[in-house]
């Protein structure tokens, strides 16, 4: 429940109480700043409140950006200003202040009504308001009646549904999405927010006709494969209007963050596996090139999340590469092909799906493999050539985002302590994790099953991980440190399984490696919304990145081929089991974060 408290004398022939009831506000009036103090006092701990200027002027969209968007506590558009139930204290502050100081002279004789001057006394105390971008959107408060038939002009020059419909769709996206997906998504948001729908719903609409696609593909005929095709692009569509219905009705939530943060990657990763079982039906054996998928696409993704986190609150962060970009940028046509090599998911489930209709399995993931290692070469090549030529001072957030996401266990403070805790010096923390990586993915891949060289290699992968990560991660490349765990990781995971030879070792590698990519994938979203990471013993419980690289290696060492595709399918449950128990403790407990993403995922 919301409740808006209208203050100043009402004017004549304003549509201001209607809108403000037609955004769910229960509207109370108040002739001044006390009486708005009084009907504060009375309002429900629990409720939304706002404050209005009884002489605004301006489109109900700009209303309901400014006073609806759950996402922020306090939020404010000229005239208007409003708090959640966490920030009521805080309004209720500045509004005492006002209230105590309308006897002051020359106060009266101030344009801004109450809930302007409120709001620079927040603004004062230093708090955060969240200030929406309006664009031609009006929202303004005239002081006398010419200036407020202006605005009334200005209001009914734009089309205030347009204007809405349009800023449902992301700000940025990749050419298939913004050219063959948005037209007409968005009308479907539209249609969606009209009847009711929530972006949650749409969301689970979305990964069931995504299941039901792989189930399709699994089926491993001509039309299942027409089918799979088909439906992964509505699942697409579905994925793009859940995003523009919360856009569209600013409806995000805690749920909602954390569905939308999962389910693309369940449903690419489940997609794969329908391929694979396709395959096989048919007598082709693809497990390893839908394990080798996976297994890049995360790995990219991890290559971005790293990059961002370690970069978007760098001081001195200019670089020639970076000036070069945006003067790119500037080019239009520039933006869509740089945009579309890069392989999004638009593009990227576009070109999945055509091949999926049209070939086989087999040829789809290698079309889809050669074309994520170019687009990862092009965008990690740039990265590493702009941490190189910047003089970025990273902060203390950056590496501790950084470390989190390296998901280092105990084997690897064990090792660090053992070590005395001394790091390596500048470019020597990304090689040391990469050579760690290379030397056990390199055992297991170029010896035999049963050897216990890829348990050598994994010791000597523990000691480069307690290298890498025994101080801060703050040097130019520290960030490529946890994708070079994820490879390694992932990548040792998928050579023995491809070693052991027996039908059932590679799903159940694709299963394990699911399972831990979804833990990394949620300590992700956790650090962007500002959470932190996943708690410390959840991380011990699941061995740390190194150490469950080792135990892999140690299984393959003492089991037979057969066992040890048993020994990962039960690793694989163990470990989703925890995962998902306490990420779903966590994304629908109160305190979640309403992650909201405005670029489109690679």
Known sequence: ??????????????????????????????????????????????????????????????????????????????????????????????????????????????????????????????????????????????????????????????????????????????????????????????????????????????????????????????????????????????????????????????????????????????????????????????????????????????????????????????????????????????????????????ERWAMIAVLTAATTPRVTFYVLLAGCAFAATYTTAGRVLRSLTRKARRTDRAALALADLADTGPLADVARRVLGGRGLPGLAVPAAALLGGAAVVACSALTGYGSVLPVAGALVYVLASALAVARPLKGALDWLVPPFFRAAEYGTVLALAAKAGVNGALPAAFGLVAAVAYHHYDTVYRIRGNAGAPPAWLVRAIGGQEGRTLLVTVLAALLTASQFKVALTVLAVAVALVVLAESIRFWVSAGAPAVHDEGETA
Request: net charge neutral; with cysteine.
């Open 1 to 346: 429940m919301s409740t808006a408290i209208v203050t100043g004398q009402p004017v004549p022939g304003s549509s201001l109480e209607n809108d403000l009831r037609s955004l769910g506000f229960d509207v109370l009036m108040a002739a001044d700043a006390a009486e708005a103090e009084a009907r504060l006092a009375a309002v429900p701990a629990d409720r939304r409140v706002a404050l209005v200027d009884a002489r605004f002027v301006g489109h109900p969209h700009a209303l309901r950006l400014g006073l609806t968007d759950p996402r922020f506590p306090l939020a404010a558009v000229p005239g208007a200003v409003t708090a959640q139930p966490a920030a009521r204290q805080a309004l209720t502050h500045a509004l005492v202040r006002e209230t105590a100081g309308s006897g002051a002279p020359g106060v009266e004789a101030v344009a801004d009504g109450v809930p302007d001057r409120v709001t620079g006394a927040l603004g004062t105390d230093g708090a955060e308001i969240h200030r929406p971008e309006l664009g031609s959107l009006v929202a303004v408060v005239p002081a006398d009646p010419q200036t407020r038939n202006e605005a009334r002009q200005a209001v009914a020059a734009v089309d205030d549904e347009a204007v809405r419909l349009k800023s449902a769709v992301k700000s940025r996206d990749g050419f298939f999405t913004t050219f063959f997906i948005s037209p007409y998504s968005r009308y479907l948001a539209r249609w969606c927010a009209r009847r009711g729908l929530t972006p949650n719903q749409v969301t689970t609409a979305s990964l069931l006709t995504a299941l039901i696609a792989a189930g399709c593909a699994a089926t491993g005929t001509r039309a299942g494969f027409v089918a799979a095709g088909v439906l992964l692009i509505a699942s697409f569509v579905l994925d793009c209007t859940d995003g523009q219905l919360a856009r569209y009705a600013l409806k995000y939530s805690t749920l909602g963050a954390w569905l939308d943060a999962t389910f693309d990657r369940a449903k690419e990763y489940a997609y794969y596996a329908g391929l694979a079982l396709g395959a096989a039906r048919g007598g082709d054996d693809v497990w390893a090139l839908a394990l080798g998928a996976m297994v890049l696409q995360t790995c990219r993704h991890v290559v971005d999340f790293s990059f961002n986190e370690a970069n978007h609150d760098a001081t001195a962060n200019t670089s020639p590469t970076a000036a070069l970009s945006g003067r790119l940028d500037s080019v239009g046509w520039t933006v869509w092909v740089r945009r579309m090599i890069v392989l999004p998911i638009g």
